[in-house]
């Protein structure tokens, strides 16, 4: 379960509103029963319930049950799309291992906004189902041209460019450290936005196949071809 409190030897953690539901409601633990915690910063750790009630209750953390374990380097920036897809892109990213996930308008994109919080959840329900226990950090939307205006060149870009269209290309030979991916809405990038990510020396594009892919199975093919190739 993930709990943004801190957790370590001994430490009594205080547990209320959807988690206390979920635990002492929905999964009716009582006093004894173990929990499995983490909070993306302190590892995983082995708690007992020490009070359960209806809407809140504590419990005690008594062994680390994992290090932390910090996800490879890896963001992935994508242009929001329909709702249920753009759901589907952040939770398959979580589970794949993904640090950050940066949603982009670009100019071709539909969706005028997202909801963090919303996506953020999402994020957070991927560690707790794939047992992370680190949680992908879901960043507020903004601008493709801003993001890159701002960008760090020592953290390279892997551009899923649909125009390359020809076999999958293998990451092999890329350099390992800080990458992020970057994927287009369903409306692919426009000619500006091409011409600059094609001058820009901190981009590789790659073919992710002669196929063109919806936005939401681009992002799962290219992080598990970054995986593969450059990953944990
Ligand atoms: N409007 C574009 C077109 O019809 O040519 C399609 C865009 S595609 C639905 C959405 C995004 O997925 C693209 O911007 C690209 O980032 C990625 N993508 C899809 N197919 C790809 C491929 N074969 N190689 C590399 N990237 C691909």
Redesign the pocket.
């Known amino acids: 379960l993930y709990l943004d409190r801190p957790l370590g030897p001994m430490q009594a953690v205080a547990v209320d509103g959807p988690q206390a539901h979920y635990l002492f409601a929905v999964m009716r633990l009582e006093v004894g029963a173990s929990v499995e915690l983490f909070n993306g910063r302190d590892g995983s750790w082995s708690a007992t319930v020490q009070k359960a009630g209806k809407r809140n209750g504590e419990l005690l953390c008594q062994s680390q049950s994992a290090p932390q374990r910090n996800p490879p380097d890896l963001w992935l920036i994508f242009a929001p799309i329909k709702k249920a897809r753009t759901d589907f892109i952040v939770e398959k990213a979580a589970e794949l291992g993904v640090a950050r996930i940066l949603p982009v308008q670009t100019d071709h994109t539909n969706s005028e906004r997202i909801r963090q919080d919303r996506l953020q959840a999402h994020a957070i329900g991927a560690a707790e189902q794939c047992g992370g226990n680190f949680v992908a950090a879901v960043t507020d939307l903004t601008s493709l041209s801003r993001l890159l205006d701002g960008w760090d060149p020592a953290r390279r870009i892997l551009w899923?460019?649909?125009?390359?269209?020809g076999p999958a290309e293998t990451l092999a030979g890329l350099p390992a450290g800080p990458w992020a991916i970057?994927?287009?809405?369903?409306?692919?990038?426009s000619a500006a936005e091409r011409a600059r990510l094609a001058q820009l020396p901190f981009v590789d594009p790659?073919?992710?196949?002669?196929?063109?892919?919806?936005?939401d199975t681009?992002a799962v093919a290219?992080i598990s071809l970054w995986q593969a190739a450059l990953g944990d």
């Open positions: 899923a460019d649909e125009s390359r269209a970057l994927i287009g809405p369903e409306g692919g990038f790659v073919s992710l196949g002669p196929r063109i892919l919806r936005a681009a290219a």
